[in-house]
C-alpha cells in the first residue's frame, strides 16, 4: 500500500509537482499526464531517488521520507530499461534477490516462465530485443519483491505492435503476484489495457477519474492549473 | 576561402613544430651511439625505473581518481569534493619545478628525517611521488567524464534494488567504465614518463637509483655525449608511440563492444 500526500517540487522558479496526492491499495492504477508534467519525478520522489520539498510519502502504513531507495522496498521499472550491461539477463534479474536467493527460488521459477524470458535468460543484454529487455527490467525490479512497483512509461520507446504483445504480459504477471502498481502513461489504450484504475496529473496535481477516457479529457482541456 | 586560409597555415606549422623534431631525433640517430649506450647499464636501469615507477604513479592516480570521481558522482555539494574539486587541477597549471620544490618540503628532511638523511626525497618512492602529483588530474578528468556517461537510471535501479552508493559504485558503475579507467592509467601513465623536473627535484638523477629516461637524456646532454642522448631520446618516442597505440587499439576495442 502507498499513500503520498502534498508532494511538492520545485526546479528553481519552475514549479513542477504542486500538492500532488495519491493513495494505492492493492490494484493497478494508471497515473495519466502530459509530457514534461512531472510525472517521472512524482516517482523519483517515491523512490526516495528525488528529495521532495514538502509532503510525506507512506508505504504500507510506515512513513519512509527519511530512508534512501535501498530501504524503502519500492519496486522501479524506468523509462528506459536501464538494464546492467555487464552482466547477462538473468544476473539482472537476480540482482536485487541475492540476499533470500533460496527462498525465492519458486518465485523467480515463476515470474521469468510468466513473462517469457526461460529462453533468454543466457543472454547479453545488447542481444535483446526493446520488448525483452523490458521484460528484463520488470522481472529485476519484481524479484525483491518488494511492496509496491512503480513504472515510468516502461514501453514508451516501443512501437505498438510490440506493446500490444508485451501489455497483456505484464498485467498477467502483476495480477498473479498481486503487487500494486503504479504505472505512468501518456498514451489512453495503454492505460486502459493495464489499469484497473485511473488518475489524471495536470500541472503536477493529481486527481482520481473513473476511465482513461475521462483522463485525457481532464489533461488536455487544462491549460493552466487546476 | 577560410578553408584555404586553414590550409595555409596548418600543415605547414604542423610539420615545422611537431614531425621536424622528431624525424630530427630519428635521423641524428647514429650506430655508434646506438652501441654505446644499449651497453650502458645506467641507461637499462633509467628504463626500468621509468616504466616501474609510472605504472605505480598511473596505479595510484587511477586509486585516487576512483575515489574523486565517487564524490563527483554522489556527493557533489560536500564540502570534501568542493574542496577536492578546486585542488584537482592545480598541479597542472603550476610549473613542474615549483611541485618538485613543494613535494621537497612536505616529504624532505625537514618532515620525515627519520627516514634518512634526505627524508623521502632522492629515492624511488620520491619519483613515483612526483609523477602522481603531475600525472593525478588526468586520471581524474577520464573518470570524471566517464561517470558522467553513466545513466543516471541505471544507478537509481540499482538504488532501488537494495544497494547503498558504495555498492552501486563498485558493482555497477566502475565495472562500465572499463574504457574510462583503461584512458585515465594510460594518460597518466604516459604524463608520468614524460615528467622531468618534478621528478629531479624530489627523486634526484642518481644514476642506476632514481634516475629515468627523462633524466638520462638530460645528463648525457649536459657530459657531451649526445649521440646516447639521441638513441635514449629515440626510445622514449618509440615508447610513446607504444602508449598511444595502445590507447588506440583500447578505445576501439571498447567501441565495439
Ligand atoms: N533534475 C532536474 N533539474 C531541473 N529540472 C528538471 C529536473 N528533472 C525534471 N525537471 C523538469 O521538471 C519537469 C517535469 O519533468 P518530469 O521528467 O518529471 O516529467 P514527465 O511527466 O515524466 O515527462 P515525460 O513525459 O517527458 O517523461 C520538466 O519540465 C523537466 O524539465
Ligand atoms: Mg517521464
Redesign the interface.
Known amino acids: 500500500m502507498l499513500k503520498a500526500e502534498g508532494i511538492c517540487k520545485r526546479y528553481g522558479n519552475q514549479i513542477v509537482l504542486q500538492q500532488a496526492n495519491i493513495e494505492l491499495d492493492s490494484e493497478i492504477k494508471a497515473l495519466i499526464g502530459i509530457n514534461g508534467g512531472g510525472k517521472s519525478t512524482f516517482l523519483?520522489i517515491i523512490?526516495?531517488?528525488v528529495r521532495e520539498d514538502q509532503g510525506k510519502v507512506y508505504i504500507n502504513g510506515r512513513q519512509v521520507n527519511n530512508l534512501?531507495?535501498?530501504q524503502?522496498k519500492?519496486?522501479?521499472v524506468?523509462?528506459?530499461p536501464?538494464?546492467?550491461?555487464?552482466l547477462s539477463a538473468e544476473e539482472n534479474v537476480l540482482?536485487?534477490a541475492r540476499?533470500n536467493r533460496e527462498a525465492s527460488q519458486d518465485f523467480y521459477e515463476q515470474v521469468t516462465s510468466i513473462l517469457g524470458l526461460t529462453e533468454v535468460l543466457r543472454k547479453r543484454p545488447h542481444e535483446l530485443s526493446g520488448g525483452y529487455k523490458s521484460r528484463v527490467?520488470l522481472a529485476?525490479?519484481l524479484l525483491?519483491q518488494?511492496h509496491i512497483l512503480l513504472m515510468d512509461e516502461p514501453l514508451s520507446g516501443m512501437d505498438i505492435i510490440i506493446r500490444k504483445k508485451v501489455l497483456p504480459v505484464f498485467r498477467q504477471v502483476l495480477k498473479k503476484i498481486q503487487i500494486p502498481v503504479l504505472y505512468v502513461t501518456h498514451d489512453p489504450e495503454e492505460a486502459e489495457l493495464m489499469a484497473d484504475s485511473y488518475a489524471a496529473m495536470n500541472y503536477g496535481e493529481i486527481r482520481l477519474v473513473v476511465s482513461a477516457a475521462e483522463a485525457f479529457e481532464a489533461i488536455q482541456n487544462r491549460h493552466g492549473p487546476l | 576561402m577560410s578553408k584555404n586560409i586553414i590550409h595555409a597555415f596548418f600543415l605547414p606549422l604542423f610539420l615545422l613544430l611537431i614531425v621536424l623534431p622528431i624525424l630530427a631525433l630519428v635521423v641524428n640517430l647514429d650506430k655508434e651511439g646506438i652501441q654505446k649506450t644499449i651497453i650502458d647499464p645506467f641507461f637499462w636501469s633509467s628504463v626500468k625505473n621509468t616504466i616501474l615507477a609510472a605504472i605505480l604513479a598511473a596505479g595510484l592516480a587511477l586509486v585516487v581518481s576512483i575515489g574523486f570521481a565517487y564524490y563527483h558522482l554522489f556527493h557533489k555539494q560536500s564540502l570534501v569534493y568542493k574542496m577536492a574539486n578546486l585542488f584537482n587541477d592545480l598541479p597542472i597549471a603550476l610549473p613542474h619545478t615549483v611541485a618538485g620544490l613543494a613535494l621537497l618540503l612536505a616529504f624532505g628532511r625537514k618532515t620525515m628525517g627519520f627516514l634518512g638523511e634526505t627524508g623521502a626525497a632522492f629515492t624511488l618512492f620520491a619519483v613515483i611521488i612526483a609523477m602522481f602529483f603531475v600525472s593525478y588530474a588526468l586520471a581524474a578528468r577520464a573518470l570524471i567524464s566517464g561517470v558522467d556517461q553513466m545513466e543516471p537510471e541505471v544507478i537509481d535501479v540499482a538504488r532501488t534494488l537494495g544497494d547503498n552508493p558504495v555498492q552501486v559504485y563498485f558493482k555497477v558503475v566502475l565495472p562500465l567504465m572499463g574504457e574510462a579507467l583503461f584512458s585515465g592509467f594510460v594518460l597518466a601513465f604516459s604524463r608520468s614518463l614524460s615528467e622531468f623536473a618534478a621528478v629531479i627535484m624530489f627523486g634526484g638523477n642518481l644514476p642506476g637509483r632514481t634516475q629515468v629516461l627523462a633524466s638520462y637524456v638530460f645528463t648525457k646532454v649536459e657530459v657531451g655525449d649526445l649521440d646516447m642522448a639521441v638513441t635514449a631520446a629515440v626510445f622514449c618516442v618509440a615508447l610513446s608511440c607504444l602508449i598511444l597505440s595502445m590507447l588506440i587499439v583500447g578505445r576501439h576495442r571498447y567501441a565495439k563492444s
Open positions: 523519483k523512490a526516495g531517488i534512501p531507495p535501498e524503502r519500492i519496486g522501479y524506468p523509462q528506459y536501464a538494464l546492467f550491461q555487464h540482482y536485487g540476499k527490467s529485476r525490479a525483491p518488494p
